[in-house]
């Protein structure tokens, strides 16, 4: 993202200039959400308080207790009855939630916690270090900032990513990766794309598709990893870890610590993704809603600021193949003359462009509706 050119086009009344100064204040620190937290504060800036109506809903929160599916992978391989009940089970916690947590996957749980060491120390280590890795480039293999949508957003995150992005090439170069948590994060994406395909099997089966095809399609390709760090938040009630939003994505999966803090809209509430051990949370991403021609519709999620930190995570979309460029769109097996194609074709590029162009939360999806 050139940055010159996102602040050229924002406007310019004067109300708007204190904000500019201060985001431009918060960005050249290149210390991140950790920074401000480091320096002592016991209010959070003015940059990070969401706007007064997001401030009034949550005066009246729907919430729920309702549980998201829990998924028990043991046995896919080696009994085809439970393989057919694990399809059954993914076909509807993907439609009647878009998200699911999946235990026994395969990746042991050595794996999982030396991710979550490693996002940890590679944010606690020195500010000095960390800087060299800063950028607001989305395309760059390896990068650290905080709010990618600092400029576009009306409230910045409390958080802090360190992004590795597979989307142009399959190969990431361990001397590319920060040396603190080099090794960890090699062996996790490895484990990760073995289970990603897994998964898409059993998705396309569950769409009534061979079992191949999704995978066929790419859509376990163009893997981007980002690792989140949630400092404790002095003012919890007036910012938002993570705000709410879709994925550019078929598909994402994640990692979390035991805080807590994620949650997802059904029905018009939030319902509080409890951390499981040992599983990893999965959710449908908006490129799937369009091949699977809402068949399976992505989940709109948050993750809320909390006094208790730093709450670490990473999420791994998996985005489907971005170079050469490749045509997606509905699936032909999954339309029919009573039910038309409801999206045009996209390229992930500029998918992800369009998704990237506005403050995160703004869906794109209704940016490749075909007109009826």
Same mark, same amino acid.
């Given at each position: ?52 109506? !997001? +401030?009034?809903? /949550? ?8 549980? $998201?599916?829990?998924?028990?992978? =043991? *046995? ?124 898409? !099997? +059993?998705?396309? /089966? ?8 999704? $995978?066929?399609?790419?859509?376990? =390709? *163009? ?150």
């Amino acid at each position: 993202m050139n940055m010159s050119t996102v602040k050229e086009s924002l406007p310019e009344p004067a109300e708007n200039n204190d904000r500019l100064k201060e985001l431009k204040a918060f960005g050249e620190t290149k210390s991140g959400v950790k920074g401000l937290v480091d320096s002592g504060i016991s209010k959070i800036p003015k940059l990070f308080i969401r706007p007064h109506d !997001e +401030l009034a809903d /949550e005066s009246n929160p729907g919430r729920s207790n309702i549980q $998201v599916p829990i998924i028990d992978l =043991r *046995g896919f391989e080696t009994d085809d009855d439970h393989r057919k009940k694990i399809i059954n089970d993914l076909k509807q916690a993907s439609k009647d939630y878009r998200i699911f947590q999946v235990l026994n996957h395969g990746i042991p749980l050595s794996v999982l916690d030396g991710m979550l060491d490693g996002i940890r120390r590679f944010h606690e280590q020195d500010a000095e270090i960390k800087k060299e890795f800063y950028s607001f480039d989305r395309f760059k293999k390896v990068n650290y900032a905080s709010n990618i949508d600092l400029y576009l957003s009306s409230a910045a995150d409390w958080r802090d990513t360190l992004t590795i992005s597979l989307l142009l090439s399959d190969h990431v170069e361990p001397d590319e990766l920060p040396a603190i948590c080099r090794s960890s994060i090699i062996e996790y994406i490895d484990q990760l794309t073995k289970l990603g395909e897994l998964l898409f !099997e +059993l998705l396309a /089966e569950a769409l009534g598709l061979k079992r191949e095809h999704l $995978v066929n399609m790419g859509c376990g =390709r *163009g893997r981007t990893f980002v690792c989140h760090y949630y400092p404790e938040c002095p003012e919890p009630e007036l910012a938002m870890g993570t705000s709410k939003h879709t994925d550019p994505a078929f598909l994402t999966i994640l990692l979390q610590d035991q805080i807590g803090g994620l949650q997802v809209l059904k029905n018009n509430q939030w319902i509080d993704v409890q951390p499981l051990a040992g599983s990893l949370v999965v959710n449908i991403g908006d490129f799937l809603q369009i091949i699977s021609n809402d068949e399976f519709k992505s989940a709109e999620h948050r993750v809320v600021a909390n006094r208790v930190g730093p709450r670490i995570s990473t999420a791994c979309f998996f985005t489907g193949v971005a170079v050469p460029p490749k045509i997606y769109g509905p699936i032909d097996e999954l339309v029919t003359k009573e039910n038309p194609p409801i999206y045009k074709d996209f390229t992930v590029r500029d998918y992800i462009n369009k998704f990237f162009s506005k403050a995160i939360g703004k869906s794109s999806l209704d940016d490749f509706k075909l007109q009826v």
